[in-house]
């Protein structure tokens, strides 16, 4: 079954601090895997799109790992923003019959404090 | 170049009547996808099309709910009888070409359902 799994549920961080967002998936076959930010009430903006031969995107303070053998990713935040305060949704991508699929994990709430 | 539009943003039904939720793709996107995110949870896919075509409709409720993307105008989702269980955030996406492997997915804000 194909599933994206992200951990923490949720994070509380102090202003300046970095962390670290996981996402494990069992998509297969594998297209590309995306980070989205989601700020509440707002419709999910991509931060980073990586394909299979990609281990690392950087976009800003965001820099996203991809490791394929394992079909790990992780989301680093560094010097984060009180604007970082949102949901992180890791989004993997299969293209299978020419139907190109989403696959949405459940997100990682995040919410910075001064 | 607008991004994904919805419209409206916010709907609210009474049980048992109907909601028409609208979205228009960028210029040049082919491809559109419908989400519904219940609160407190994550995004689920619905259905994918593409002009005049459903291509994948799997994450699709089999009664009640019905989507169309017509060769001009917005693609609309629609939702029948409206329940309760409907009151969620639909989210639209759109796209270019599926082939590519970096083909970017753009949303829109999304409409908001509540059904009283």
């Known amino acids: 079954k194909n599933q994206v799994e992200q951990s923490p549920q949720s994070l509380i961080i102090l202003e300046g601090k970095n962390c670290t967002l996981q996402?494990?998936?069992?998509?297969?076959?594998?297209?590309?895997l995306r980070w989205y930010k989601q700020d509440t009430g707002r419709g999910p903006v991509s931060l980073t799109i990586?394909?299979?031969?990609?281990n690392t995107k950087s976009n800003g303070r965001y820099t996203a790992t991809l490791d394929a053998d394992t079909k790990q990713s992780s989301l680093h935040i560094t010097a984060s923003q009180l604007s970082d305060s949102a949901s992180y949704i890791c989004?993997?991508?299969?293209?299978?019959?020419?139907?190109?699929?989403?696959?949405f994990g459940s997100g990682t709430r995040l919410l910075v404090r001064p | 170049n607008a991004g994904v539009m919805q419209n409206p943003r916010h709907l609210v039904r009474r049980r048992g009547q109907e909601a028409r939720l609208r979205c228009s793709p960028m210029?040049?996107?082919?491809?559109v996808y419908w989400y519904r995110q219940l609160p407190e949870e994550g995004l689920k896919f619905m259905v994918y099309?593409?002009?005049?075509?459903?291509?994948?409709e799997s994450g699709m409720p089999k009664e009640r709910f019905s989507a169309e993307f017509p060769k001009e105008g917005p693609s609309i989702l629609r939702i029948q009888q409206v329940v309760r269980g409907d009151s969620a955030a639909y989210f639209c996406?759109?796209?270019?070409?599926?082939?590519?492997?970096?083909?970017?997915?753009?949303f829109g804000q999304g409409t908001r359902l509540t059904v009283v």
């Open positions: 996402c494990n998936y069992t998509v297969s076959p594998f297209s590309n």
């Open positions: 990586m394909t299979f031969s990609e």
């Open positions: 989004v993997v991508s299969a293209l299978r019959d020419s139907s190109y699929k989403l696959i």
């Open positions: 996406a759109s796209s270019p070409l599926l082939t590519q492997e970096n083909t970017e997915a753009f």
């Open positions: 099309l593409q002009k005049e075509n459903i291509i994948d």
């Open positions: 210029k040049g996107h082919s491809h």
